[in-house]
């Protein structure tokens, strides 16, 4: 559950909100919307615990995950589907790790990273992620593009795709 009482948040010298008050359920979905500048994303930064509040009290369990839909996209050569997969932290870690035993050759953690992605679907992962890039709009032609050759509009698409892949008990 997420608890805000009597939240004040200011940044640069301007009252974003004072007074503010809500509890938010799990499970419950919520919109947030406003202006340009009224506060939504430095909100969002504060759920994330880039930020603090000026006054006022704010909690959720702290051992949620966190999920955002990020606001910027690397101009790099990654590939769009390889980007999206980057928003399973989980299997990249898991990966990660495995790379690391096979060039120590320790079968032990060989086989304990493999049972850790098999664990989470993490062979799955791919597949998972062409199909959240396909219903998005993304061609099979486009998974394989890097992420530099798509538009802003596209980018936060795959930003969208990769906060959906997350395991996440909170998505922003």
């Known amino acids: ?4 009482k009597d939240l004040q948040l200011l940044r640069g010298g ?3 909100l004072e007074n503010a008050n809500a509890t938010i359920y799990p499970g419950t979905r919520v919109g947030l919307v ?3 500048g009224c506060g939504k994303s430095s909100l969002f930064a504060l759920i994330r615990g880039q930020l603090y509040q000026d006054q006022g009290d704010f909690s959720f369990p702290s051992q949620w995950q966190i999920s955002w839909v990020k606001q910027e996209t690397p101009a790099d ?5 390889d980007y999206c997969i980057d928003g399973d932290t989980y299997y990249r870690e898991f990966e990660r790790r495995l790379k690391i035993a096979e060039q120590e050759d320790d079968g032990h953690e060989i086989a304990e990273m493999h049972a850790a992605i098999d664990n989470i679907n ?3 992962v791919a597949a998972r992620a062409g199909e959240l890039l396909h219903g998005l709009g993304f061609s099979d032609q486009q998974l394989s593009s890097p992420v530099s050759s798509f538009s802003g509009g596209w980018r936060m ?5 990769q906060a ?3 395991r996440s008990d909170l998505l922003l």
Do not use: D, E, F, Q
């Open 1 to 4: 559950m997420i608890v805000i």
């Open 14 to 16: 301007k009252t974003l």
């Open 34 to 36: 406003g202006a340009n």
């Open 77 to 81: 050569s990654t590939s769009a589907l």
């Open 122 to 124: 993490g062979y799955s």
């Open 157 to 161: 698409r795959l930003n969208l795709a």
């Open 164 to 166: 959906l892949l997350c």
